[in-house]
């Protein structure tokens, strides 16, 4: 007897399931010593403190926040451009014929990748120093290789005829893939480079957080010294910063890179290449003026600092330590933050419907969980609930409900209205005409994204490990801070592992979810996810 399956737009709503065991096994972790804390900062977020003091600091961190993160994407979006293509079998094999050397880089890439800019951070802090340099760094190392994961994957996935029809005709090979696969990559690369854009800023935020500098350092200092008015006015400052950043990239998206804008004339093209051209070059003036206000000067900023004596090696206790717990929990941990983001986005835009003030309360608060680091969630919830690892998935959570939750927004916003109006005439409500007219068609691929971001939430458990959660994250600020490198190393090679492990599941089940699918329809969100769902 087969047992009956859930219907297509059900498969969204299922992973909201694991608030039922969250529900009943937050009592026990709480505490009540905090909830006048909580109350305060809320309380705080309506009025800010505007002492010229205070907002002058907040802005002049928020200054510094950007430059790192405008410095940081552009160094990973030049070298990621450039180890794509160096990792693209299609390249390798128009140029040369064979295409290992393309998987071999892929593969060499696959490590800087794994590993997450906060700890690459952390890392260079030991060697360098604290300085700016060391947070563009963390950002452009990782985020380099993510740009050369879905370059390659898009120039191997795009046609090959134009390339074909080239190459008899007698173009060399580097002038036939640039004139045949530059155009359609362009819109996917313009696309994702906005979307890195505003990682780098949550990044640049999120590294302050650890001490390198900028916004991020003022607001943990001022949530650890529990001045939440002074917290908040930094935190509005950063909210209206990305929301500007966030209109400026869609307006730059809509001009360039949305596809139907390569249908115009050829003299339209030439216009937007000439823009882009123009864009390109303003940039460089700028991002040398930025590294010179905050302090890069590479003739000093390389020189390695010296590191105390280490201690010797002492593998039998690093084996000794308790790795099933610790991989177990940050698993779990991942788990719980991805179930909590991909079923809550489409079940709180049920709850909301007839659209009303609720849309907007959502809006505010998915916007309030992109902008709110993770560590900082963390630290919040500690005034109330116990570490471990649900207080580290519901952090976890948060954050990544609201990029899925836009994500879903803009796409429910833009898709076709056929099916869901046609519901709605029959006089089905507003809820179940969304459910089975809009979620029907938008179950593949935003599970597929939810995939995705399992893999980034994987990544991400390290940061809310470092401020007292579980798992590998805080055995390995332990280790950070005795200086063990043994034990460093070790944790090292297994968060990598971990990571690498979930990113291939992930793979797996997208390229299982993308069959039959049609694609997230184009806003400003759903446009950054196409190159993700297709790669």
């Given at each position: 007897m087969r047992l009956p399956r859930p219907a297509a737009p059900l498969w969204v709503l299922l992973p909201a399931l694991v608030l039922l065991p969250l529900l009943l096994l937050l009592p026990a972790i709480s505490h009540g010593g905090g909830w006048g804390l909580v109350g305060d900062f809320a309380a705080a977020a309506l009025r800010p403190s505007l002492e010229p003091l205070v907002l002058g600091s907040a802005l002049e961190g928020l200054a510094i926040t950007v430059a790192m993160a405008l410095l940081g994407w552009a160094a990973s979006l030049g070298l990621g451009l450039l180890l794509g293509v160096a990792s693209s079998?299609?390249?390798w094999h128009t140029c040369g014929g064979v295409a290992w050397p393309a998987q071999l880089i892929r593969r060499l890439l696959a490590l800087p990748r794994s590993i997450h800019e906060l700890i690459w951070g952390l890392a260079l802090l030991q060697l360098l120093g604290l300085q700016p340099l060391v947070a563009v760094l963390a950002i452009a190392i990782p985020f380099a290789a993510l740009v050369a994961r879905v370059v390659s994957d898009q120039l191997d996935a795009l046609p090959v005829a134009a390339l074909e029809g080239l190459r008899s005709a007698g173009a060399r090979p580097a002038a036939a893939l640039l004139t045949a696969l530059g155009p359609p990559l362009l819109p996917q690369l313009l696309s994702y480079g906005g979307y890195r854009l505003e990682c780098a800023l949550r990044s640049a935020t999120l590294l302050g957080v650890f001490g390198l500098g900028g916004l991020g350092t003022e607001l943990r200092l001022t949530l650890q010294s529990l001045a939440f008015r002074e917290l908040w006015t930094g935190l509005w400052l950063l909210l209206v910063a990305m929301l500007l950043l966030e209109q400026l990239l869609g307006g730059l998206r809509r001009r360039w890179a949305m596809p139907e804008r390569l249908n115009l004339g050829r003299a339209s093209v030439g216009h937007r290449g000439r823009e882009l051209l123009l864009a390109g070059l303003a940039l460089i003036p700028l991002l040398v003026i930025l590294g010179w206000w905050i302090g890069i000067a590479?003739?000093?900023?390389?020189?390695?600092?010296?590191?105390?004596?280490?201690?010797?090696?002492?593998?039998?206790?690093?084996?000794?330590?308790?790795?099933?717990?610790?991989?177990?929990?940050?698993?779990?941990m991942t788990l719980l933050a991805a179930a909590l983001a991909v079923g809550l986005a489409p079940l709180l835009l049920l709850l909301a419907q007839p659209w009303g003030w609720t849309r907007w309360l959502l809006q505010g608060l998915w916007a309030l969980g992109r902008l709110w680091p993770p560590p900082l969630t963390a630290l919040l919830l500690l005034f109330v609930l116990q570490p471990g690892v649900l207080t580290g998935a519901l952090a976890?959570?948060?954050?990544?409900?609201?990029?899925?939750?836009?994500?879903?927004?803009?796409?429910?916003?833009?898709?076709?209205?056929?099916?869901?109006?046609?519901?709605?005439?029959?006089?089905?409500?507003?809820?179940?005409?969304?459910?089975?007219?809009?979620?029907?068609?938008?179950?593949r691929p935003y599970l597929a994204y939810g995939a995705y971001r399992t893999d980034v939430i994987l990544r991400e458990s390290v940061v809310v490990g470092l401020v007292g959660a579980t798992g590998l994250g805080s055995q390995l600020m332990e280790a950070l801070s005795a200086f063990a490198t043994d034990e460093l190393?070790?944790?090292?090679?297994?968060?990598?592992?971990?990571?690498?492990?979930?990113?291939?599941?992930?793979?797996?089940?997208?390229?299982?979810?993308?069959?039959?699918?049609?694609?997230l329809s184009p806003g400003p969100a759903a446009a950054t996810a196409l190159p993700l769902l297709q790669g």
């Open positions: 079998q299609l390249v590479p003739a000093s900023d390389w020189r390695w600092q010296p590191l105390p004596p280490l201690a010797a090696a002492d593998w039998p206790a690093v084996a000794a330590l308790p790795w099933a717990r610790l991989v177990g929990n940050t698993v779990l976890l959570g948060f954050h990544n409900l609201g990029v899925l939750g836009r994500l879903l927004l803009e796409s429910n916003d833009h898709g076709q209205r056929g099916a869901e109006q046609a519901l709605s005439c029959a006089g089905t409500g507003p809820r179940m005409a969304l459910l089975y007219g809009r979620f029907s068609g938008l179950a190393l070790a944790l090292l090679l297994a968060y990598a592992l971990l990571t690498l492990v979930g990113e291939e599941l992930s793979d797996r089940l997208r390229r299982q979810l993308r069959g039959g699918a049609r694609p």
